[in-house]
């Protein structure tokens, strides 16, 4: 793990540097992007380390990070419909999932599995909804390409028809409470780390 004050050290497959600029100057997704950093899923920051600061986007919200590469950031929503939910989305500002690029789409592709699997142990919820919105219409609220990852608690709940409703758009959301949420983000970032190690081990195993 990285100190307070230092970079974490990235592995020798993980490349740090950031693909070239799009960003647009009014929206809340580009602005976290521009402000955190990338590190190494395989070698996350400590919970204290400024690099991931929660307080950095100040006086926007808090924005809790569990993941920054150079392609794809990943975060609490902070108005989640269940514990765990986060969102993912390319760090340069991509507004539908048509507007992503190849290498983009890759990478949200591995990202979505591996942080879908770190959410499942953080939480210990094993069902879960990915959900993307491409336009107003279809209830896309910030004009910038992104995943939802929803963690589903018992179906039988009877909180289920408002979950299924306010999923797509409509309904009332409870704002995230900031003390859980430095506890499960560090949860989550240890969960990635893990998981982004197995799949290297499995790939290194398959080429013996």
Not at 58 to 75: D, E, K, W, Y
Not at 104 to 123: D, I, K, N, Q
Not at 171 to 194: C, M, N, P, S, T
Request: aromatic share 6%; hydrophobic share 35%; charged share 25%.
């Amino acid at each position: 793990m990285a100190s307070e004050h230092e970079t974490p050290t990235p592995s020798s497959s993980f490349d740090p540097s950031l693909p070239k600029r799009q960003s647009c100057s009014d929206c809340p997704f580009c602005s976290i992007s521009s402000i955190y950093a990338p590190y190494d899923p395989q070698n996350p920051p400590d919970a204290r380390s400024r690099i991931i600061d929660p307080n950095l986007p100040s006086p926007g919200p808090s924005t809790f990070i569990v993941l920054s590469t150079p392609q794809v950031m990943a975060f609490l929503d902070i108005m989640p419909l269940s514990v765990g939910h986060i969102l993912v989305c390319p760090r340069n500002h991509r507004p539908k999932l048509t507007d992503a690029s190849q290498v983009e789409a890759a990478e949200l592709g591995r990202y979505l599995r591996v942080l879908s699997a770190a959410v499942v142990r953080a939480t210990g919820i094993k069902d879960w909804n990915v959900v993307q919105n491409n336009g107003a219409a279809a209830a896309q609220v910030v004009p910038h390409l992104h995943f939802h990852i929803i963690p589903r608690p018992e179906l039988r709940d009877k909180r289920s028809e408002r979950f299924t409703a306010t999923m797509f758009g409509r309904g009332q959301r409870d704002d995230l409470d900031e003390g859980e949420a430095v506890v499960l983000a560090e949860k989550i970032r240890q969960e990635v780390a893990k998981v982004v190690k197995e799949d290297q081990k499995q790939q290194n195993s398959s080429k013996l």
